[in-house]
């Protein structure tokens, strides 16, 4: 009211300026959204750990962080995330880092639940969707699963930190995970390089790995010369902080997961200081009224954290 009070020109034209201010919206967010990239398996496994230093939890290895913020800083970050995490002190910057340098507390908790619940995933086909460190694939990869892909908005994640952590994780392939008190007795960290021992068979034939926004990776899984079929399983971590998100969320789910497959969503009941949580995705999910959801599991120690599964409300 004060701008139209000064500049009585602003007001005579409001559904214009309504226009010229939406499209600009439109296209700043049409400009944030990443491309999606299938990222290639290198040939010679000993480069993916090359300069990694590994640590271990439960019986996974994963690269350690700060050596991987290190050898990041320089040009082996194309999108420069690792320097924009640390200058910013910030674990989420969004559009731009969506936090999967870090393993989040969650999905320690989907582990421990697919253990628990004895989840199948002999000849399952899985989608770690928001992979981050990729462990949660890596236990559907150990189970049995016949194809497991990979995806995290970054490609540097990708490159620099799920990549490694599956190829690490290699060796012993097909193992079992064990429940959540085994964590408490994982093996203290190992600070040596790793070099690849197991067979390059079980990433080049069952492994695919995934960068972009989630929409444009469905559109790049359903528009390929060899379509990807649906997956029978989509474990997800920690991805629903953002409401601004929900709905490239829900229509990916919708797209990707089999007539009779299932979502495992871990998630803090409320994200602060982000608006998003367990709660506000599951009412979201009934107004569209496409999925069923069921909360299998509760954690309240410290900040309260849920497992929810979702499933077509017509399926089996």
């Known amino acids: 009211k004060s701008r139209g009070a000064a500049d009585p020109a602003a007001d005579s034209s409001p559904p214009l300026a309504a226009a010229k201010h939406q499209d600009e919206a439109s296209l700043k967010k049409k400009l944030s959204v990443k491309a999606a990239k299938e990222h290639s398996i290198p040939e010679d496994f000993n480069k993916v750990l090359k300069n990694k230093v590994l640590e271990t939890v439960l019986d996974l290895s994963y690269v350690k962080l700060s050596v991987v913020e290190m050898t990041c800083l320089g040009d082996a970050d194309s999108e420069g995330i690792v320097s924009k995490s640390v200058s910013s002190h910030s674990d989420l910057i969004p559009g731009v880092y969506e936090g999967g340098l870090k393993i989040w507390e969650c999905t320690f908790d989907l582990?421990?639940?697919?253990?628990?619940?004895?989840?199948?995933?002999?000849?399952?086909?899985?989608?770690?969707?928001?992979?981050?460190?990729?462990?949660?694939?890596?236990?559907?990869?150990?189970?049995?699963?016949?194809?497991?892909?990979?995806?995290?908005?970054?490609?540097?994640?990708?490159?620099?930190?799920?990549?490694?952590?599956?190829?690490?994780?290699?060796?012993?392939?097909?193992?079992?995970?064990?429940?959540g008190k085994d964590r408490k007795a994982s093996k203290p960290p190992s600070k040596r390089p790793r070099k690849a021992e197991g067979s390059p068979d079980v990433l080049l034939n069952r492994c695919r790995f995934f960068s972009g926004e989630w929409s444009r990776v469905s559109q790049l899984l359903l528009n390929n010369n060899e379509p990807c079929s649906k997956y029978n399983i989509i474990l997800t971590s920690e991805t629903i902080y953002n409401p601004d998100y929900y709905s490239a969320l829900h229509d990916t789910l919708a797209q990707l997961l089999d007539r009779n497959g299932c979502v495992y969503l871990a998630s803090k009941v409320h994200y602060f200081g982000v608006g998003g949580g367990i709660y506000l995705f599951e009412k979201f999910i009934e107004e569209k009224n496409v999925f069923r959801t069921s909360m299998v599991k509760t954690i309240d120690q410290g900040l309260q954290r849920c497992i929810m599964e979702i499933a077509f409300k017509n399926s089996c």
Do not use: W
Not at 117 to 130: R, S
Not at 146 to 173: K, R
């Open 111 to 179: 582990m421990d639940y697919l253990s628990e619940a004895e989840i199948e995933f002999t000849n399952k086909t899985v989608l770690d969707l928001g992979c981050g460190a990729g462990l949660l694939g890596i236990v559907a990869l150990r189970g049995g699963a016949a194809g497991v892909h990979f995806q995290d908005y970054n490609s540097t994640v990708i490159d620099e930190i799920t990549l490694p952590n599956v190829v690490a994780n290699c060796v012993g392939e097909g193992r079992r995970m064990g429940n």
